[in-house]
């Protein structure tokens, strides 16, 4: 499975921005994607993730700013950002996952390369 994630930049607090996720290979193994970041000196953490069923898990920081949907024609997830705040600053990663359950702490599957979202305030 290969990821190719687009769609970061620098963008001033309260801005949007959407990243893409474009997913190509054996698909059929995969059952989730959905968004990570990591900050610097920060642990990569979950932002949101999609399963199949169409279930959605979010992180407590971003419910309400931010969506998670995907277009299965293209096999692209997309994480669409408003109100986007300086501390939503990070390396947004898209994953893949086999498995259609997220334990917390668990990094796990498939990584994209990264894309860098800067919010300035």
């Known amino acids: 499975v290969q990821l190719q994630a687009s769609g970061g930049g620098l963008v001033q607090a309260g801005g949007s921005l959407r990243l893409s996720c474009a997913a190509s290979?054996?698909?059929?193994?995969?059952?989730?994607m959905g968004w990570y970041r990591q900050a610097p000196g920060k642990q990569r953490e979950l932002v949101a993730r999609?399963?199949?069923?169409?279930?959605?898990v979010y992180a407590d920081s971003v419910k309400g700013r931010f969506t998670i949907s995907r277009d299965n024609a293209k096999n692209t997830v997309y994480l669409q950002m408003n109100g986007l705040k300086p501390e939503d600053t990070a390396v947004y990663y898209c994953?893949?996952?086999?498995?259609?359950?997220?334990?917390?702490?668990?990094?796990?599957?498939?990584w994209g390369q990264g894309t860098q979202v800067t919010v300035s305030s």
């Open positions: 994953n893949a996952d086999p498995s259609r359950t997220v334990v917390a702490g668990v990094l796990r599957g498939y």
């Open positions: 290979g054996s698909l059929e193994i995969i059952n989730a």
């Open positions: 999609m399963a199949s069923g169409d279930s959605t």
